[in-house]
């Protein structure tokens, strides 16, 4: 079992669908939540972080964070076309700087 | 724009051949990773170094190999390239441990 576990999709929805997107992690030391998007070709770009357990929210975007059941997920509101890419989570232990990634998931909105 | 440049962006070479790639970090970060993503593998952690130094190793061949510059550039040189080193390689700095990283945007390595 990996250590990080997400559903590659892709995941097609309409535009000003509400999108939610997931990850499972077995690792109950990781601390630290990311979640980065990477439009094709291009470079991941961070999205959300988030320390612990709870929500934040950014914008259309809204980051939920459960450790009792070691899954976290990515809200989008109101998505758009140009939300269209791939959407990769990420998390590490404390006092560790490398993040470990999920596969990512594919996304795309459509008119 | 996070910051962090690489070059080239694009490089074709031939199996057996070495190439180097070339990374800026964000202003002020002391640590840069290397990571490799291709379609079948993800996105995987490569090595890291801080202030000059290997801080942490992943899955690099022994044919890969990189340094820190005292001016924080890093460099990453692939040799004896195989077909299966076909990939983006992505170069991300950080500051601190709790900071996150801020990728560039890549190099794409084909290898004929």
């Known amino acids: 079992q990996k250590e990080v576990e997400q559903d590659p999709g892709p995941l097609s929805v309409p535009e000003g669908a509400i999108v939610s997107l997931n990850c499972t992690y077995s690792n109950s030391a990781f601390q630290y939540f990311m979640w980065y998007r990477q439009y094709s070709r291009k470079g991941p770009e961070l999205l959300m972080y988030?320390?612990?357990?709870g929500n934040k929210e950014d914008g259309r975007f809204t980051a939920q964070v459960d450790k009792s059941s070691k899954y976290i997920s990515l809200f989008i509101r109101d998505s758009q076309p140009s939300d269209s890419a791939t959407y990769l989570c990420a998390m590490k232990r404390g006092g560790s700087y490398i993040p470990t990634f999920g596969r990512g998931t594919s996304l795309i909105v459509h008119p | 724009d996070s910051g962090v440049t690489q070059t080239p962006k694009h490089l074709i070479t031939a199996t057996g051949q070495r190439v180097t790639l070339r990374c800026s970090p964000r202003?002020?970060?002391?640590?840069v990773y290397w990571y490799q993503q291709s379609l079948d593998q993800g996105l995987q952690f490569l090595i890291q170094?801080?202030?000059?130094?290997?801080?942490a190793k992943g899955n690099i061949l022994e044919r890969f190999s990189a340094q820190q510059f005292p001016d924080l550039h890093s460099e990453l040189n692939l040799s004896s390239l195989e077909l299966g080193d076909s990939a983006l390689y992505f170069c991300?700095?950080?500051?601190?441990?709790?900071?996150?990283?801020?990728f560039g945007p890549g190099t794409r390595l084909l290898v004929l």
């Open positions: 170094y801080y202030n000059g130094e290997e801080r």
């Open positions: 988030t320390y612990s357990s």
């Open positions: 991300a700095s950080s500051g601190g441990q709790q900071e996150t990283q801020y």
């Open positions: 202003s002020g970060d002391l640590s």
